[in-house]
């Protein structure tokens, strides 16, 4: 057994002990000491970091034994008297997190009846999962009244009770556990047996912000935020919309609606577009067919055009000259390319589309009359030798 002191002291933040026992599992020193105020990952709430005797603790394990071992990379004896310091900046928003959680927790129950059936503390925020569905506006009442009870400054204490006794009290959840419970109390606002590590005060959660919520298992899962990390999260998003914002000119609450007006006007540009390049590929259909006089087999590489306007060329083609195989490639690298026959050749376009593209390490498909494909990484003069190989070993003159 480990004596905790986190469990009464948990603004500890270094402390002497005695290395009770070394084990070396996976090149690691696993560390027992006679206490440690090194909280080990449990209950949603990630391990405490530091160092012990110079050491670097890389990881913080609750044995079943009851022992908590301490992962580090030096060399430490069993009897030796070491120095713990724990990572206060990481512990400190370990603490604003979990303190927000039983907030939070406690005003979605008392508001909406909805109960929390686990908590996770992530790298960036944490999530909790809600027994069952919430709208819009019962987070946004529960995230008023955790916030109104954090800026109520009210003090968060420790108490140590049996089940019994607890259970008397007036628990959110009642507990599984047996013997002696270790209850968190936020003065006259929730009662929740807990083994993790508190502010004292409400306020120093500084401020709890939800972030998405989504349906998860028949209820909700609810992302959130207390203090630092709701500020970083401001920050990072400040910067995105500054950096949107030199786009559109806009303040951000017109955004969204201006996005969506750029791009129907993008959508209809792209129709124009789409209309002339039709107009355009009869035309440029003619010009193949003078370029390459007396030629059933034409292979070219066509600048100006996108994947769109070879195809329509190629249709062109195909459909003024029904014994016509027109391949056609985008002058851009990595090229993209379109076979086409005409109603009356028996060329197989897709067959010919797909062995290019093992050649040219491209991808694309498509039926015997009209193949596409893009990704093709060869020159123009390259793609078009071996398409007119292709089409030579098919269909010979
Ligand atoms: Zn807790």
Not at 90 to 101: E, L
Not at 214 to 219: D, P, Q, S
Not at 350 to 363: D, H, R, T
């Amino acid at each position: 057994m480990t004596q905790r002191l986190y469990y009464s002291e948990p603004y500890r933040r270094s402390f002497d002990a005695t290395v009770l026992s070394v084990d070396e599992v996976a090149g690691h020193s696993h560390v027992t000491l006679d206490q440690t105020a090194f909280y080990p990952t449990s209950g949603g709430q990630p391990f405490d970091t530091g160092t012990l005797g110079g050491a670097a603790v890389t990881d913080v394990i609750d044995r079943e034994d009851g022992a908590i071992a301490h992962v580090v990379s030096g060399a430490l004896r069993a009897g030796d008297v070491v120095s713990g310091e724990i990572d206060w900046a990481r512990r400190f928003d370990h603490m604003q997190q979990h303190t927000g959680q039983h907030l939070l927790s406690a005003a979605f129950d008392r508001l909406s009846g909805a109960r929390t059936e686990s908590f996770h503390m992530g790298q960036l925020s944490s999530t909790i999962d809600l027994a069952r569905e919430v709208s819009a506006g019962e987070v946004a009442k529960a995230e008023d009244d955790a916030n109104r009870v954090v800026w109520e400054d009210r003090p968060v204490t420790i108490k140590f009770a049996t089940a019994e006794e607890a259970a008397a009290m007036g628990m959110r959840k009642e507990s599984a556990r047996t013997g002696t419970l270790r209850l968190i109390d936020v003065q006259e606002y929730d009662l929740s047996a807990c083994g993790g590590t508190h502010v004292e005060r409400t306020g120093a959660i500084g401020i709890i912000a939800i972030g998405s919520v989504e349906k998860f298992k028949g209820g909700s899962r609810v992302e959130f935020l207390c203090g630092g990390r709701a500020l970083e999260r401001f920050r990072v998003w400040k910067g995105a919309l500054s950096a949107v914002q030199k786009h559109l000119s806009v303040p951000p609450i017109e955004m969204a609606a201006s996005i969506e007006r750029f791009q129907e006007d993008a959508k209809a540009a792209q129709r124009v577009l789409r209309g002339f390049q039709e107009r355009l590929a009869a035309q440029e259909a003619q010009a193949l067919f003078a370029r390459n006089p007396g030629k059933r087999l034409i292979a070219e590489a066509i600048d100006g055009w996108d994947a769109q306007g070879i195809k329509a060329i190629a249709v062109a083609a195909t459909a003024a000259q029904s014994d016509a195989v027109v391949a056609l490639f985008t002058s851009t690298t990595p090229a993209q390319a379109v076979i086409a026959r005409g109603s009356t050749s028996t060329v197989d376009a897709g067959a010919m589309l797909k062995q290019l593209a093992v050649k040219f390490g491209g991808k694309g498909g498509g039926k015997p009359d009209l193949a596409q494909g893009g990704g093709f990484t060869g020159s123009a003069v390259a793609l078009i030798d071996a398409v007119r190989v292709l089409i030579g070993d098919e269909q010979p003159g």
